[in-house]
C-alpha cells in the first residue's frame, strides 16, 4: 500500500493508517500526522503537537489542559504534554459518562476530537486511503483539514 502503513489490528491485519489530529476545544483540527494502524498512538503524540503550522500563543490558566483519553495514560506522553506546556487530565469512558450524568451540559472533551474524525471522514478522498504516496495522502488530509477550518470560521457554506 505504501509508506506510512501498517497491519490493522481490527481488520484482519491488513494494510492500514491511523490519522492523528490535535484539535482547538470546538474540534478544528490545528495538527495532524500519519502513521501505520498498527503504530501506538503514545509513539505519535510529540510528532502531531510538532505539526501545528502556526506557532501557538502562550497559554492563559484556563486554557492549559489538553484533553486526552486513557489510550494516552502514560508517563511519557505526560511528560511531552508538559514540555510544550500543558497538563492532561485524562478520564476513560467510564468516568466521563458518570460525569455526564452528573452535570447538565458538561461535554466530554474527547468528543470534540471524534469530531474532528467525523468531519474528515465526509470528504470521501481521505476516508480510505487508496493513495500510495504517504505525502499525497498527507496533502489531501491537510486540504480537508483546511476546508473544516474555513467551514467553522463562516468562511466557506
Given at each position: 500500500m505504501g509508506k506510512k502503513t501498517g497491519p490493522n489490528p481490527t481488520d484482519r491485519g491488513q494494510a492500514g493508517v491511523k490519522r492523528s489530529v490535535l484539535t482547538e476545544a470546538h474540534g478544528v483540527p490545528i495538527g495532524l500526522t500519519v502513521a501505520g494502524a498498527n503504530r501506538n498512538d503514545l509513539k505519535l503524540v510529540r510528532t502531531t503537537i510538532a505539526r501545528i503550522p502556526v506557532?501557538?500563543?502562550?497559554?492563559?490558566?484556563?486554557?492549559?489542559?489538553?484533553?486526552?483519553?486513557?489510550?494516552?495514560?502514560?508517563?511519557?506522553?505526560?511528560?511531552?504534554?508538559?514540555?510544550?506546556?500543558?497538563?492532561?487530565?485524562?478520564?476513560?469512558?467510564?468516568?466521563?459518562?458518570?460525569?455526564?450524568?452528573?452535570?447538565?451540559?458538561?461535554?466530554?472533551?474527547?468528543?470534540?476530537?471524534?469530531?474532528?474524525?467525523?468531519?474528515?471522514?465526509?470528504?470521501?478522498?481521505?476516508?480510505?486511503?487508496?493513495?500510495?504516496?504517504?505525502a499525497n495522502y498527507l496533502a489531501f488530509l491537510h486540504f480537508a483539514c483546511a476546508l473544516i477550518a474555513f467551514r467553522a470560521a463562516g468562511l466557506l457554506g
Open positions: 506557532d501557538r500563543p502562550k497559554p492563559t490558566s484556563e486554557q492549559r489542559q489538553m484533553g486526552m483519553d486513557k489510550g494516552y495514560d502514560y508517563e511519557e506522553v505526560r511528560e511531552t504534554v508538559r514540555e510544550v506546556g500543558f497538563t492532561a487530565p485524562m478520564r476513560s469512558r467510564g468516568e466521563e459518562a458518570q460525569a455526564l450524568k452528573r452535570a447538565a451540559g458538561f461535554k466530554a472533551r474527547r468528543w470534540v476530537v471524534e469530531r474532528a474524525h467525523s468531519w474528515m471522514n465526509r470528504f470521501r478522498r481521505v476516508l480510505i486511503r487508496w493513495d500510495k504516496s504517504a
